[in-house]
């Protein structure tokens, strides 16, 4: 089983030349967890989390404390927003360096990378590096576990 049969091939992306405010507004309107950043000619040169974007919010101090379970709430924190500038700096400024897969790539393959870098959403790219889809833990567990004798389902 190859990833290309079971990726979603409706990807969502955006450009490199994007802003954090762009990257952010695509990701609330499309309701994503996962943004690949690509060039002009398609081809994933980062990626951007949800979680990169919301780290904009968290205050610092977050990130030196070991354990949050004593903070009840961040007070006047928690209406606080990136400012103007930040939100119109390049998105590349946030982006990860992205892992990808050819869309002939194993399942199995692909979910071990998945763990290995502790992701859960893998942009797939064609032979000329072209972004294709992108393929999700769901998508290849669930690919996974419907061989699985008895595990199938009835389609309607």
């Known amino acids: 089983m190859i990833v290309g049969?079971?990726?979603?091939?409706?990807?969502?992306?955006?450009?490199?030349?994007?802003?954090?405010?762009?990257?952010?507004?695509?990701?609330?309107?499309?309701?994503?967890?996962?943004?690949?950043?690509?060039?002009?000619?398609?081809?994933?040169?980062g990626i951007v989390h949800l979680q990169d974007l919301l780290n904009l919010e968290l205050p610092d101090f977050v990130h030196f404390v070991g354990d949050v379970d004593f903070v009840h709430d961040f007070g006047a924190v928690e209406t606080t927003r990136p400012t103007t500038e930040m939100l119109m700096r390049?998105?590349?400024?946030?982006?990860?360096?992205?892992?990808?897969?050819?869309?002939?790539?194993?399942?199995?393959?692909?979910?071990?990378?998945?763990?290995?870098?502790?992701i859960f959403d893998i942009p797939v790219v064609n032979k000329s590096g072209k972004l294709v889809g992108i393929v999700s833990r769901v998508d290849i567990g669930t690919a996974i576990l419907s061989q699985w004798s008895g595990v199938r389902t009835k389609k309607s």
Do not use: W
């Open 5 to 45: 049969d079971f990726m979603q091939h409706k990807v969502v992306a955006i450009e490199a030349k994007s802003t954090i405010q762009e990257a952010a507004r695509k990701i609330v309107k499309q309701h994503l967890g996962v943004l690949p950043i690509v060039d002009e000619q398609g081809k994933p040169k």
């Open 90 to 118: 390049s998105i590349t400024t946030l982006m990860q360096p992205v892992i990808t897969v050819d869309e002939n790539c194993g399942l199995l393959r692909a979910y071990a990378l998945m763990l290995q870098h502790r």
